[in-house]
C-alpha cells in the first residue's frame, strides 16, 4: 500500500521513543513526517532537522507559547482583550468560541485563551507559522499588546 499522501506527526521528537519513530518513518520514505520538539536547539533536535531537510516533504512548522498576566481578574473580559488585541494588529478570519479567540495574520496562526484566578486573568497566546523568527515576534506582539490593555467600566 502506498503511503506517500499521509502525513504523520510524531510528538516528543527529540526523545528516546519519539526520535525512533521519527527516524524509522523518515527512513521508509512513504509518509510526510512531522515532528514536534519543545526546544529546537537541543542537539537531539538540530540532528533531526538536519535529517528532516534531506528528506523531499520536508517542511517545518513552529509553535511558540507565552502567558501573561491580564488587568482583569474576568475571564470574560480577557477574552475581549484577546479579540480586541487580534484585531488591532490586523489578524484575519478572527473566530471566537467559548475557550478561545483565534485568527491568522501572513504565515502564522494564534490561538488565545484565557484563565482566571480569584484576583487576576492570565492569557496564553499560542502561535504557530513557517518561519520561527516571525512566529515568535507575532507571539511576544500579541502578549506585549494584550498585557498593556487597561479597561475601564
Known amino acids: 500500500m502506498e503511503n506517500s499522501n499521509r502525513t504523520i506527526l510524531v510528538t516528543g521528537a527529540t526523545g528516546h521513543q519519539g526520535g525512533a519513530v521519527a527516524h524509522h518513518l ?11 520538539v519543545r526546544n529546537k536547539r537541543k542537539p537531539a533536535a538540530q540532528t533531526l532537522m538536519s535529517f528532516l531537510s534531506t528528506a523531499q516533504t520536508a517542511q517545518a512548522a513552529y509553535l511558540y507559547w507565552g502567558s501573561t498576566a491580564v488587568r482583569t481578574a474576568s475571564v470574560k473580559v480577557c477574552f475581549d482583550f484577546a479579540h480586541d488585541t487580534l484585531r488591532n494588529l490586523n489578524f484575519q478570519n478572527i473566530r471566537r468560541s467559548q475557550n478561545e479567540v483565534a485568527g491568522s495574520s501572513g504565515g502564522s496562526y494564534a490561538a488565545i485563551t484565557c484563565v482566571a484566578t480569584s484576583s487576576r486573568a492570565t492569557a496564553v497566546v499560542m502561535v504557530v507559522g513557517d518561519n520561527g523568527s516571525e512566529t515568535a515576534r507575532v507571539r511576544d506582539s500579541l502578549r506585549n499588546k494584550i498585557a498593556g490593555i487597561t479597561r475601564f467600566d
Open 26 to 36: 523518515l527512513k521508509r520514505n512513504k509518509f510526510n513526517v512531522r515532528a514536534l
